[in-house]
């Protein structure tokens, strides 16, 4: 079964030239994370640069992942639980144009083929394997996001957007941790422009950093969270993303001994599953809740 390649062709260069560097400071990286991790309009300025783009693929996520949430919210009360995860997940899917799912099912192809690994995952054709484990990502994130609907339905729209970003953040692990696996592959630009975790680490810790100052300014301003249960709890419970965001990328990467830019997608892919039916577990068994 023949199936088109967003990840087929590297991206563009920057049309003022690579500057590694990034002298003409980060914005232009964040312009390209834009362009490269999701179908949303271009910015008219700056012209995006895709050297260092994916240290900001957690900012993406956590649009794409506000997008899903306010999509729950308006379909909340409006239409049967089913429906209203079914149309969230093909949202999600739409955003980011389908890139992460192609690498989810070519990786799942290469696994099921043994030490035909690498043949198998540069196959323009989706296997049987391929197609299993992109059916079973979309029932994870069903079934997740039912669950929510139904212990915890105020803790979805922030479980959605907790789930898209550790997802976007889990590549940087396996970046870290293993070698890319051709000099010559798509995603090759990422390890060659790579300046260590840390460093690239840093737009996510911004994030992090802020929802923890939310919660220590809400605290000091006498906000309890008795008042409003569910919200603390969906905002503690999405933290448990952190699990998977390290685990997958570090068992994908000592399956194949490598990664590439498909397991790179695969690990977007089950990451973000996974955050969800976490945390809506999580949610279902902790003692305060608002479903």
């Not at 729209?157 to 010559?184: C, E, G, H, K, Q």
């Not at 690239?200 to 950093?209: D, F, K, Y």
């Amino acid at each position: 079964m023949p199936r088109s390649s967003p990840s087929a062709a590297p991206p563009p260069p920057h049309p003022l030239g690579p500057n590694p560097d990034g002298r003409d400071g980060w914005l232009p990286d964040l312009a390209g994370a834009w362009v490269f991790y999701s179908v949303l309009p271009a910015w008219p300025w700056p012209r995006p640069r895709f050297s260092r783009i994916a240290r900001f693929a957690s900012w993406i996520g956590l649009v794409l992942g506000g997008l899903q949430a306010m999509v729950w919210l308006l379909l909340a009360g409006r239409a049967p639980a089913f429906t209203q995860a079914a149309l969230v997940i093909v949202l999600g899917l739409a955003l980011s144009g389908g890139l992460h799912s192609d690498g989810a099912m070519d990786t799942a192809d290469g696994l099921a083929a043994g030490d035909r690994c690498l043949e198998a995952m540069a196959d323009s054709r989706v296997g049987a394997s391929g197609v299993q484990a992109f059916a079973q990502l979309l029932l994870v994130r069903l079934a997740a996001l039912v669950w929510l609907a139904a212990a915890a339905a105020a803790a979805a729209p922030a479980a959605l957007v907790w789930a898209a970003f550790w997802a976007r953040l889990s590549p940087l692990i396996a970046m870290d941790r293993f070698p890319y696996r051709s000099a010559r592959g798509t995603g090759a630009f990422h390890r060659h422009h790579w300046r260590g975790l840390a460093l690239e680490l840093r737009p996510s810790l911004l994030v992090l950093a802020g929802v923890v100052l939310l919660v220590a300014a809400a605290g000091a301003a006498g906000f309890s969270p008795g008042a409003a249960p569910q919200s603390w709890l969906s905002l503690l419970a999405g933290a448990v993303g952190v699990l998977p965001a390290v685990l997958v990328p570090l068992w994908l990467g000592r399956r194949l001994g490598s990664h590439s830019g498909d397991s790179y997608g695969a690990c977007v892919e089950w990451v973000e599953a996974l955050s969800l039916l976490l945390t809506a577990a999580l949610l279902a068994l902790l003692p305060l809740q608002a479903g």
